[in-house]
């Protein structure tokens, strides 16, 4: 099982190819050539069946694209191959997977809560959620992602993991968003907590629309959320303004 293909080679993919490639013959495809980033990190680049046929599948594509890339994929995936994802969102993808992936194959959901950005430094410590759909290797995967990674794994339903990232990721996001699309700057006067507001502003400016988006109007839980956080600043204005 030390061969990996990860399909869909952009900011992540490519993120999570530098920390894979020292345990995994990793090859990589994308619906862009990308050949010399591949090179640059000491990856194989490879077409998307050949990638697809690896012992190891990893799908790093945006949520929008996974039903279609899934359906080229699955004539391609040896029997007893595991297939996993790194979507925000866990309840869509994973049913996407049961549906469009053969029976012969594991599959499981994967959550990293970082990315090149906040895992620029380093991933040591770092969370990632387990979603596991059918496979016998749970307990190696949580081995090599704790014990070799470092990684602090928790194990979660999708639909727990869905709504527990409502509020972790999705709102949080939204107000940080919000914030970015201010322009509130930086202040020699800021507070502690002013200052961990600027933090989390930086942090989303540089994730892309579309994972913004995906956290969004992937989540079934995320709009609750946000009407609630929404409607709580109506009222704080009006208490504000009553006062």
């Not at 309840?91 to 994967?110: D, F, S």
């Not at 509020?167 to 502690?192: G, I, K, P």
Request: proline share 5%.
């Amino acid at each position: 099982m030390n061969e990996l293909g990860i399909i869909g080679f952009g900011q992540f993919g490519q993120f999570m190819a530098r920390h894979l490639a020292p345990f995994f013959r990793v090859t990589v495809t994308d619906a862009g050539d990308r050949r010399d980033e591949a090179a640059r990190i000491g990856v194989e680049w490879g077409d998307f069946e050949t990638t697809a046929a690896r012992r190891i599948v990893v799908f790093a594509v945006p949520l929008r694209s996974l039903e279609t890339v899934l359906k080229r994929a699955a004539p391609h995936l040896p029997a007893g191959a595991l297939c996993l994802d790194v979507c925000s969102v866990k309840l869509e993808p994973l049913e996407l997977m049961r549906r469009h992936l053969p029976a012969t194959v594991e599959i499981v959901g994967t959550h990293p809560l970082f990315g090149p950005q906040s895992g620029r430094e380093g991933i040591a410590g770092m969370r990632v959620a387990l979603c596991p759909l059918r496979s016998a290797k749970t307990a190696a995967i949580k081995e090599f992602l704790s014990e070799t990674l470092k990684l602090r794994v928790f194990e979660k339903t999708p639909e727990e993991h869905d709504r527990e990232m409502a509020h972790v990721q999705a709102l949080t996001h939204f107000v940080a968003r919000a914030l970015d699309e201010l322009h509130v700057s930086d202040s020699e006067l800021a507070t502690v907590s002013y200052e961990e507001l600027m933090r989390a502003a930086r942090l989303v400016s540089e994730d892309s629309w579309e994972l913004f988006q995906t956290i969004q109007q992937g989540n079934p839980f995320a709009a609750v959320k946000r009407r609630a956080f929404i409607e709580k600043l109506v009222e704080l204005e009006r208490r504000v303004e009553q006062d």
